[in-house]
């Protein structure tokens, strides 16, 4: 599955690309091509390389869920890192009409997988509109609901209620806290054991996963707590 190369040949099919599929995987910008002209495979060096020194490409902006299930490793360096939380209105949420009314206007469905990413800015407006919404009073899902600038919502500068910002973040700060609990281990004792490396190359491996995505979680958690002390 990690080496099935589509090569145009008549009809699609899948090959392996001598040489090229030995490059492991760094960030950078996907530079490789096929050349119709010449009916080859063309890859650009990302960057300018020294004799000797190992070669790399980018093998896409994929999250280390994604280079762990489909590539079989883990990238600690990772730009392109995302955890994803599941939120969702409940059935029995005397305003769900509402709240769904409103997600609707956003193209946001009720029972969503919302990403946080590794980096300055964890939090997109997506999940951002989500958490202000399933914190809403009626009065203020009613005011939404009939504005025009709903879009408003998944703006960081949306000019809110100071009490309705503040339960929107401690939601997800206490739904971070909580997802942290749920590991076994800590991230310094997942530190430790990497750093030890005395399992077999499959549990490292998923140790090195379970560590990545503590950190994501962490990281986000202490930007989210940041925000609420302004």
């Not at 000797?52 to 890192?81: K, P």
């Amino acid at each position: 599955m990690t080496r099935q190369n589509t090569i145009p040949f008549q009809e699609d099919y899948h090959a392996l690309i001598p040489l090229w599929d030995m490059c492991n995987h760094t960030n950078g910008t996907i530079s490789t091509a096929y050349n119709p002209m010449l009916d080859r495979s063309e890859c650009l060096a990302l960057k300018n390389f020294k004799a000797g020194e190992q070669l790399f490409i980018f093998y896409g902006s994929r999250s280390n869920a994604d280079l762990f299930i489909h590539n079989g490793f883990v990238y600690e360096d990772n730009d392109y890192d995302v955890y994803w939380i599941r939120l969702g209105i409940s059935k029995s949420d005397p305003l769900q009409e509402k709240r769904n009314q409103l997600l609707n206007k956003l193209s946001i469905s009720s029972t969503t997988d919302f990403s946080i990413r590794k980096g300055p800015k964890p939090v997109d407006g997506q999940l951002l509109a989500f958490l202000r919404i399933f914190n809403m009073n009626d009065e203020q899902l009613e005011y939404w609901i009939r504005s025009d600038k709903s879009g408003d919502l998944e703006y960081f500068e949306c000019a809110l209620d100071t009490a309705l910002e503040k339960k929107s973040w401690s939601f997800l700060q206490a739904r971070l806290r909580l997802l942290l609990s749920t590991y076994k281990t800590t991230l310094e004792e997942d530190e430790k054991l990497i750093a030890a490396a005395q399992t077999s190359a499959n549990q490292l491996l998923a140790v090195r996963m379970r560590a990545t995505e503590k950190r994501i979680i962490r990281e986000t958690l202490q930007y989210v707590e940041q925000y609420i002390k302004q």
